[in-house]
């Protein structure tokens, strides 16, 4: 969804490094989402935030820290990338619906390689 | 949350109806069922969401029995451009948290 925008697109890095992927968003949405997903496997979510002030660790936070600098922006930064973390990193955005799941729209993706 | 099956793989021709069954025995009263289509190096995309009966739109329907114990994706008259990973999501509308398996690869062949 062109709404949703992730830079970089592709990054490759060495073990150590500290790395940011950011996410912006047109749609005016609230909740903002990072994912990662493994070869063959599905998603899991890594942090989310629902509001400029409120931050909350997903399933696998570990090793990755968040930072939402407007309603537009979230960006996900791997403070000390390993080569466990190299996979393709979504970003997702959703509005707030009453009486039903959200539906969320997703970014193209970032493909890290931690070497 | 609901635990969540549904088949690794399916094949299909074109033309075909495609039918995806998702289980999800242990489904709480609030809980919602969404499907979602995954395309290679690209983000999820939402094809369709219910609660209960039929849901149906210019994509897909879902059908969802009484006991909600389980949901079927329908795709009509499937083409090439369908081959994608489809995900079934269980999850209440006031839960936000999004669980994606690792869903159904369908393969549509000529």
């Known amino acids: 969804d062109a709404d949703v925008t992730q830079t970089p697109r592709n990054r490759i890095t060495k073990t150590g490094k500290r790395i940011m992927l950011e996410c912006s968003q047109t749609?005016?949405?609230?909740?903002m989402y990072w994912y990662r997903q493994d070869p063959g496997l599905g998603l899991q979510l890594i942090y989310y935030?629902?509001?400029?002030?409120?931050?909350n660790k997903g399933e696998i936070s570990d090793g990755y820290s968040v930072s939402r600098q407007a309603q537009a922006k979230f960006s996900l930064s791997l403070e000390s990338a390993i080569p466990n973390q190299t996979a393709l990193y979504f970003c997702?955005?959703?509005?707030?619906?009453?009486?039903?799941?959200?539906?969320?729209?997703f970014g193209p993706g970032t493909r890290l390689t931690v070497l | 949350l609901a635990k969540i099956t549904q088949p690794i793989s399916m094949d299909s021709y074109e033309g075909q109806e495609v039918n995806i069954t998702c289980s999800h025995n242990?489904?709480?009263?609030?809980?919602?069922i969404t499907w979602y289509q995954q395309f290679p190096s690209q983000g999820p995309r939402f094809i369709i969401q219910?609660?209960?009966t039929k849901v149906t739109n210019e994509v897909a329907s879902l059908f969802i029995p009484a006991d909600r114990k389980s949901s079927t994706l329908s795709l009509p008259r499937v083409s090439l451009s369908d081959t994608a990973v489809y995900y079934c999501?269980?999850?209440?509308?006031?839960?936000?948290?999004?669980?994606f398996g690792t869903g159904t690869r369908l393969l549509v062949s000529p």
């Open positions: 999501l269980v999850a209440p509308a006031s839960f936000q948290k999004l669980v």
């Open positions: 219910g609660y209960k």
């Open positions: 242990n489904i709480a009263t609030n809980d919602y």
């Open positions: 997702a955005t959703s509005d707030a619906t009453s009486g039903r799941t959200d539906t969320q729209y």
């Open positions: 935030s629902f509001d400029v002030k409120d931050i």
């Open positions: 749609k005016g949405h609230d909740r």
